[in-house]
């Protein structure tokens, strides 16, 4: 958690593909904005030139793609370079960041579905990115079968090379968050992302309301 009164806040957004975090991180961000505070938005993998071209890598990889390894490897290196030419130097301003994925993502999709185990995304975060934390962690569950309805009418069959992977890779990748989530109730806010981005947003709101009257505390 932020220590330094002057110090703004990190949310982050986490949950499987489709669940709605980049529309609930944008709402996120203007409610804060109209309750006068000063929030940047960013998204992971990318938030910098570096970042954004390491998720290029990813997202559409070369070749045959990378292999478990080397991807934990590249979303470490693209998080280290955000959180050092981004997150910290914003937070460090006052402002707060809203982030759509953090570390949380890798461990459940490299750590848990990919295989690798939390121990070695743990490390690669500590030595990348000092180990970084959000103050808060908000976690969008969907049911599975609306999610699928959702990534066909949001890719048209035309996913990356992560987003394509298969209903089970994915099943897993839930599995894993709710894991994560569950083994630090104080970190994570779970949400059910159900129903209207109207609807979604007012329990985030909820969730996130003993933040907001810390606030200069």
Known sequence: MSSCANKGRFIAFEGGEGT???????????????????????????GTAGG??????????????????????????????????????????GRWVVCDRFVDSSRAYQG???????DAIVALHAFGSHGM??????????????LAERLAARDGGASDAIGGRSAAYHRKVAESFRALADADP???????GMGDPAEVHARIMIAIAPMIETVGS
């Open 186 to 192: 104080d970190n994570f806010a779970i949400v059910d």
């Open 112 to 118: 848990g579905a990919g295989g690798l185990g939390d």
């Open 133 to 146: 934390r959000p103050d808060l962690t908000i976690l969008l569950e969907v049911d599975e079968a609306r």
């Open 20 to 46: 709605g975090k980049s529309t609930q991180s944008a709402l996120l961000a203007k409610a804060l904005r109209d309750r006068g505070l000063e929030v940047d938005t960013t998204r992971e993998p990318g």
């Open 52 to 93: 954004e071209a390491i998720r290029e890598l990813l997202l559409h990889p070369p070749g045959e793609g990378w292999n478990a390894e080397a991807e934990a490897l590249l979303f470490a290196a693209a998080r280290a370079d955000h959180v050092a030419r981004l997150i910290n130097p914003v937070l460090d301003t």
